[in-house]
């Protein structure tokens, strides 16, 4: 395999190790389909190319493009996974997943609930979201607080490459629904090659810098400049701890509350919009278990309470960043 070879002597991106994870995927379960807009070889493997090279390999029966239709992909993706396949759907961008909620949230996310468990829907729904891109509103918004919300779904965001090679096997594997969240900017940012066979478990976070003064949350396109602002820090003599959550939902509530007993300071960064965000159900749980320990409330960052602007100035005053997350944590330092 082309992409795997390359891995053993140079950088991937994303893109590369999301390629390298479904051609590992299909190699050992025939079972495993991917569809989606434009996926096949004849339309060049997706938008970004994630998908290049499997039609070829495995035969368009297996890897299909389909009509601009997201509710007919994942309708047909759970439809394939009831009767025992493992589908991977391509949703191009997060955005449109509106389209198709009516499936994922009502039909994805509730059969084995209402089946009593006998019957699993073992879909992934890859898609990709991000500003940064000039975009505009349409194309860039961050929903995973929406579908962490919804009983029955496992939301996954990476934040390098080997991460996503990692996890998207394991939501491969996994039997039930999962949204799969990719950033666009991170697409082509070079990586560390994945292991190959790694998985990397479901709702398990990854501690991926010690501190002891707070615990700063995040995961996918947060996760560099929370690591920029604890190198920062250091400099000050203020020790951040770093955890990228991986997994949204479940999330590892475990290592998330350990951590923040130990430094008793905690931040939650992410691109999503700051309210009603996944910062605030982590803050919330942090507030109900620690609180007597706590020595400054927690502090969320976010966007603000606006969809993503097209104008590149007021687009990048949109997207909160190293300074905006430093802030926070010095608030809680301050305190």
Partial sequence: ??????????KVNMIQALNMALHEAMEKDKNVIVFGEDVADPEEGGIVGVTKGLSTKYGELRVRSTPISEQAIVGAAIGAGIVGMRP???????????????????????LRFMSGGQTHVP??????????????????????????????????????????????LS??????????????????????PPVPGTRIPLGKANVI???????????????????AVADALSQENISVEVIDLRTIAPWDKATVLASVA???RAVITHEAVKPFGVGAEISSVIHEE????????????????SPVPYSKPLETAFMPGIETIKAAVLKTINR
């Fill in 1 to 10: 395999m082309e992409n795997a070879a390359a891995s053993k002597s140079q």
């Fill in 88 to 110: 991977v759907a391509e949703i191009m961008l997060m955005n449109f997943t509106t389209v198709a909620m009516d499936m994922i949230v009502n039909h994805a996310a509730k």
């Fill in 123 to 168: 879909i992934t729904i890859r898609t990709a979201t991000g500003s940064g891109l000039g975009v505009g509103g349409q194309h860039a918004d961050y929903y995973e607080a929406w579908f962490a919300h919804v009983p029955g779904l496992k939301v996954v965001m990476p934040s390098s490459p080997a991460e996503a090679y990692g996890l998207l």
């Fill in 171 to 192: 939501c491969i594997e996994d039997d039930d629904p999962c949204i799969f969240v990719e950033n666009t900017l991170l697409y082509f940012a070079p990586g560390t």
């Fill in 209 to 227: 810098r010690e501190g002891n003064d707070v615990t700063l949350i995040c995961y996918g396109p947060h996760v560099a400049p929370s690591l």
């Fill in 262 to 264: 130990k430094t008793r």
């Fill in 290 to 305: 620690l609180f007597s320990q706590l020595k400054a409330p927690v502090q969320r960052v976010g966007a603000p309470y």
